[in-house]
């Protein structure tokens, strides 16, 4: 069964990187995981958490590669395109936003965001008196400070408008996989993701070797 498990493991993270072409990649350096689509970054953020963690196991193993058809591909791969694509969306993109909420000098301030984007000032606002908010294109009263909103398009271009949420709008199966990737990719404390060495306990993919039968002697 772990045999199972780890060659499809094995194949997905073959596929997340540029020389097999399995998927393409924006002039920016973005993974396109799902073409046609929209609000990649939350698919990119998933994506460089799993490379991440199976990098981890592979380290946990002592493994320093693993096999990709007739190749054999170095771990380090793995953790490299992890911070490659978390270092696009904290600003090394060709917008140079930083698609983090307060991160770095240049974020989004039009968050498609409820909380952020209606001031407290006393009144209070239905969905059809709120609207005014939702359409101004004053910068939010507040910001959702640590959030990633849903990021560029496939051509690398992001527009800063609340009205345009597949842009602004910030998602908790993006931002859950956005802190999980980070974890993972942290090397605070002189340790990776396996900190709590939750791989120790994973049986070796292979049989151990049995000891060698002790050395036969003739019952005389």
């Known amino acids: ?36 689509g929209r609000r990649h970054l939350q698919y990119l953020a998933s994506t460089a958490f799993i490379a991440s963690l199976f990098a981890a196991y592979l380290n946990a193993e002592k ?22 694509q978390m270092q696009y969306i904290l600003g090394a993109n060709p917008s140079s936003y930083s698609f983090l909420v307060g991160y770095g000098t240049r974020f989004p301030l039009h968050v498609h965001h409820r909380a952020a984007s209606i001031p407290l000032d006393g009144h209070k606002y239905n969905c059809s008196s709120g609207r ?70 994973v049986p070796p993919l292979n049989p151990v070797t049995p000891a060698p039968p002790a050395p036969w002697k003739p019952n005389i």
């Not at 493994?63 to 490659?84: H, I, M, T």
């Not at 271009?157 to 908790?172: A, K, Q, V």
């Open 63 to 84: 493994v320093p590669v693993w096999k990709c058809g007739p190749q054999y591909v170095n771990a380090d791969e793995l953790r490299n395109f992890s911070r490659s």
């Open 1 to 36: 069964m772990l045999r199972i498990y780890y060659d499809i493991s094995a194949g997905n993270a073959c596929s997340y990187l540029r020389q097999f072409d399995v998927f393409n990649y924006t002039r920016g350096g973005m993974v396109i995981l799902n073409p046609g």
């Open 132 to 201: 005014m908010w939702l359409t101004t294109p004053n910068p939010n009263p507040y910001n959702i400070t640590g959030a990633m909103v849903g990021g560029p398009d496939s051509d690398d271009r992001f527009h800063d408008i609340r009205g345009l949420p597949d842009y602004t709008e910030p998602s908790l199966v993006g931002n859950a996989a956005l802190v999980a990737a980070l974890a993972s990719i942290s090397t605070s404390g002189g340790s990776t993701v396996d900190r709590n060495t939750m791989f120790q306990n």
